[in-house]
C-alpha cells in the first residue's frame, strides 16, 4: 500500500494600486475566514504565500492577521513560500531586479516572522529555463510549476506525483508538479468525490505527493465560493476528511518544505518556456484564441502535445502593455545607474512595485484593461525615476528605440516632463508630469478579443452557486454591452492626426481613415519639427505644457487622449456641464478639465476649433464576468493652420 503526501499550497495576492476596499473585501471573504478555520483543525498543514503588496497591507490594517499567521509557522503548521516580493513576471525585469525582488521577499519575511522561506511562488508560472540561477543564487531551493511544465518536458502523467530537479548554469533548484486536476476540483467538487480521488491512490506500488497549489481567492472571492467555502462548509468538511484519512495511517498532510528535507528528487529534468495552460491560450490574437480553445475542448486530443502562445507576446499584442513594461525598462536603467545607496534603496523599492505583473497582461486574472492599476505602475516608475534625477533645470533630447520596435523614437526629458514621441506620427506615446507622478496618456484602445462573442451569453454572477470554476462559467456584470464592442485602428498618441474632418461619434465609432504618417523628422533641443509634402508640425515640450504648431493647405482632425480615471469628472464648455463619460458635442476653441484627486488641471487652447470629446470604453473579462471599463476621454480638434496649445499643471 503507497502512502500518499499531500500538499496544500495557497497563494494570497492583490497587487499594486488595488483599491482598499478590494483588499478589504478579499480579506473578509477569504484571508481571514480561510486561517480562522485552519486554527480549529490542528492536523492540518499548509504552505502559504503572500504576495508584497498584500504583506505591506495586511501589516498596515491588519496586523493581528500576521499574528496568526506567524503563530501558526512557529508550530509548525504553516510553511511561508517565499518568491519576487512585488510579484513581478521574472523573466521580463532586468537581471539585478530579479535579485533584488527575491532578497526583499527574505528580508521582510525575516523581519514580520522571523522565518527564513525556501520556497519560491513563481508569478503566474511564467517559467524560463534560465531562472533557476537567480532563484539558487538568492538561496530558495524549490519552485512550483504546473503539471503542464512537466509534460512539456516529455514527463507523462504518472510521472507527477512527486518532485524533480532542474539546473542552470550548474544551479539547482527542486520543482514540484502542482496537478491541474486537483486545482479544478478544489474547492468545486464535492468532498467525497475528492477524497476518492486520494484513496485511488492507496493502491499503487510506490508512495505519492500530491500537489494542489492555487489562489487562495477561490476560497471565498471567486463568484459564489463564500457561501459554498464557508456558509455552506465545504472547507471545514474538507479538513474534517483530510483528518479522518490522516488517522487511518496511510495519508499524510505537508508541507513542501518538509518533503524536500525528507526525501530525494526523483530525477532531473529540463522544462521548456511555458505558463499555466489558460495564460497561454490568453496570449494568442483572438481567432488563433478561439481555435485554440477549440481544440483543447477536443478530449480525443493528447493535450500535452498542444502548445499555446509565449507570455511575453503580450508586449506584442497590446501596445499598452508594452509601452509600460518600455517605461519601466527605462526606470530601471536610471535607478542602476544611481551610485548613492540610500538614494536608489529608496528608489528600487518605488521601481519593485512598478514591476507588479498583473497591470502588464489581459486574461481572466490580468489587470492591463484597469486604469487604476496601471495608473499605480506609472505613479511608481515614475517616482523610481524622480529619486535620482531629481534634477531642476535638467534638459535631455535624445534619440533612441524606447519600446523596442527596431525604430528610433524622440525622448524628451524635463525638469516637468518625461514624453516619448513616435517620429512616423508626429505624436506623443507617452507625456508623463514629474509634479504629481502621473502619465497624462494612460489610456487604453478598443481591443477585439476572443471572448467578445461570448458577451451574448453571459448571466449575472449572482447566479452563479460556487461549484464551477471560474474557467466554467461565462458572467456579465452589466446588460449592453454588445453595444460597446467597437475596436479602434490606432494606438492612442497625443496630437495624432487625421486627413479630414472627423467628429467625436465618427471616432467613438471608430469610423475615421488611417492616422497621417510623416516622411521627414528634425529634432531640435527645444522642438521637434514634422514634415510632408508642403505641411509640417512643429512640437514643443515646454514647462507648461505642449504646443504644436500647424503649417499647410489640408485640413486635419487632432485628437488628444486625457487620463481621467473617474467618469464622474465633468467639463464646462459654453456655460453647459457634461460628463467627461459621454460623448460632448459642444465647439469652442479653449476648455479647461480639472482632476482634483491627480491635483492636475488641463488648458487646451486652439487656433482651431474644438468639435467635442469622447470617452472611450472597453469591453473586459475579469473573475467576476465582463465588464465595461471606463478608460479615459479624447478632445477632438480641427485645424488646418495655427497653434494647439495644451497646458498642464499642478492644482
Not at 477536443?298 to 508586449?315: A, C, E, P, Q, T
Not at 508623463?432 to 454572477?461: C, G, T, W
Request: hydrophobic share 40%.
Amino acid at each position: 500500500m503507497a502512502h500518499v503526501y499531500f500538499v496544500l499550497g495557497i497563494h494570497n495576492h492583490q497587487p499594486t494600486g488595488n483599491f482598499d476596499h478590494v483588499f478589504e473585501w478579499a480579506y473578509t471573504h477569504s484571508y481571514k475566514p480561510f486561517l480562522d478555520i485552519i486554527k480549529n483543525h490542528s492536523h492540518v498543514k499548509i504552505s502559504i504565500h503572500h504576495s508584497g503588496p498584500l504583506l505591506d497591507w495586511l501589516r498596515d490594517f491588519h496586523p493581528e492577521y500576521l499574528e496568526d499567521y506567524r503563530n501558526l509557522a512557529e508550530d509548525g503548521r504553516v510553511e511561508i513560500i517565499g518568491g519576487a516580493y512585488y510579484e513581478p513576471i521574472l523573466p521580463i525585469i532586468p537581471d539585478e531586479d530579479k535579485i533584488g525582488q527575491l532578497y526583499l521577499m527574505k528580508e521582510r519575511l525575516r523581519a514580520l516572522f522571523s522565518y527564513d522561506p525556501v520556497g519560491v511562488w513563481v508569478p503566474e508560472r511564467v517559467w524560463e529555463p534560465y531562472l533557476p540561477k537567480f532563484i539558487a543564487q538568492t538561496g530558495y531551493r524549490y519552485v512550483v510549476l504546473d503539471d503542464v511544465h512537466f509534460l512539456y518536458a516529455g514527463l507523462k502523467e504518472d510521472d507527477l506525483t512527486w518532485f524533480y530537479i532542474t539546473e542552470d548554469s550548474g544551479f539547482s533548484i527542486l520543482a514540484f508538479p502542482d496537478l491541474q486536476k486537483l486545482r479544478y476540483m478544489i474547492p468545486f467538487h464535492t468532498v467525497d468525490e475528492i477524497e476518492g480521488y486520494f484513496r485511488e491512490f492507496a493502491s499503487h506500488k510506490e508512495d505519492v505527493i500530491l500537489v494542489m497549489a492555487d489562489d487562495g481567492e477561490k476560497f471565498g472571492v471567486w463568484p459564489g465560493t463564500y457561501k459554498h467555502v464557508y456558509e455552506d462548509g465545504w472547507l471545514n468538511s474538507f479538513f474534517e476528511m483530510l483528518g479522518r484519512l490522516t488517522s487511518e495511517g496511510w495519508f499524510t498532510m505537508t508541507t513542501f518544505e518538509e518533503l524536500i528535507n525528507r526525501f530525494r528528487p526523483r530525477g532531473r529534468i529540463y522544462m521548456p518556456t511555458a505558463s499555466y495552460i489558460e495564460m497561454t491560450e490568453w496570449v494568442l490574437p483572438p481567432a488563433m484564441a478561439r481555435e485554440f480553445e477549440n481544440v483543447m475542448s477536443n478530449s480525443n486530443i493528447d493535450k500535452v502535445y498542444l502548445r499555446g502562445g509565449h507570455w511575453r507576446m503580450f508586449f506584442s499584442k497590446y501596445y499598452e502593455s508594452n509601452l509600460m513594461k518600455s517605461r519601466m525598462l527605462e526606470a530601471s536603467r536610471v535607478v542602476a545607474s544611481c551610485h548613492d545607496i540610500d538614494k536608489k534603496k529608496e528608489a528600487q523599492s518605488y521601481l519593485y512595485r512598478g514591476q507588479t505583473n498583473c497591470a502588464y497582461w489581459h486574461g481572466v486574472f490580468g489587470g492591463l484593461y484597469l486604469p487604476h492599476l496601471r495608473r499605480a505602475i506609472y505613479e511608481n516608475l515614475i517616482k523610481a525615476e524622480d529619486v535620482v534625477l531629481n534634477s531642476k533645470g535638467r534638459r535631455e533630447v535624445k534619440e533612441e528605440d524606447f519600446d523596442s520596435d527596431g525604430e528610433r523614437e524622440i525622448i524628451v526629458r524635463s525638469p516637468e516632463f518625461f514624453a516619448v514621441l513616435d517620429r512616423r506620427y508626429g505624436a506623443i506615446m507617452e507625456l508623463d508630469f514629474y509634479p504629481v507622478y502621473q502619465n497624462l496618456i494612460n489610456v487604453m484602445k478598443r481591443y477585439e478579443e476572443a471572448y467578445h462573442e461570448k458577451v451574448y451569453e453571459a448571466i449575472s454572477p449572482n447566479e452563479v452557486d460556487g461549484t464551477k470554476t471560474i474557467h466554467e462559467v461565462v458572467l456579465a456584470k452589466e446588460n449592453n454591452l454588445i453595444d460597446y464592442l467597437i475596436y479602434d485602428k490606432w494606438n492612442y498618441m497625443a496630437f495624432l492626426d487625421f486627413g479630414g474632418k472627423y467628429g467625436p461619434d465618427e471616432f467613438f465609432k471608430a469610423q475615421v481613415s488611417e492616422p497621417i504618417i510623416y516622411e521627414h523628422v528634425i529634432v531640435d533641443i527645444d522642438k521637434i519639427l514634422f514634415k510632408r509634402d508642403l505641411e509640417y508640425k512643429e512640437l514643443r515640450i515646454t514647462r507648461n505644457g505642449v504646443e504644436v504648431w500647424y503649417e499647410g493647405s489640408g485640413k486635419k482632425t487632432v485628437i488628444i487622449p486625457l487620463t481621467v480615471y473617474d467618469p464622474s469628472i465633468t467639463v464646462v464648455i459654453n456655460k453647459l456641464r457634461h460628463p467627461l463619460s459621454t460623448i460632448v458635442h459642444e465647439k469652442t476653441s479653449h476648455v479647461c478639465i480639472d482632476i482634483p484627486f491627480l491635483k492636475i488641471k488641463h488648458e487646451i487652447v486652439t487656433d482651431g476649433e474644438i468639435v467635442g470629446i469622447y470617452p472611450i470604453y472597453t469591453v473586459s473579462n475579469s473573475e467576476s464576468g465582463f465588464e465595461k471599463v471606463f478608460q479615459g476621454s479624447v478632445i477632438v480638434v480641427h485645424i488646418q493652420k495655427g497653434l494647439i496649445k495644451w497646458g498642464v499643471k499642478e492644482i
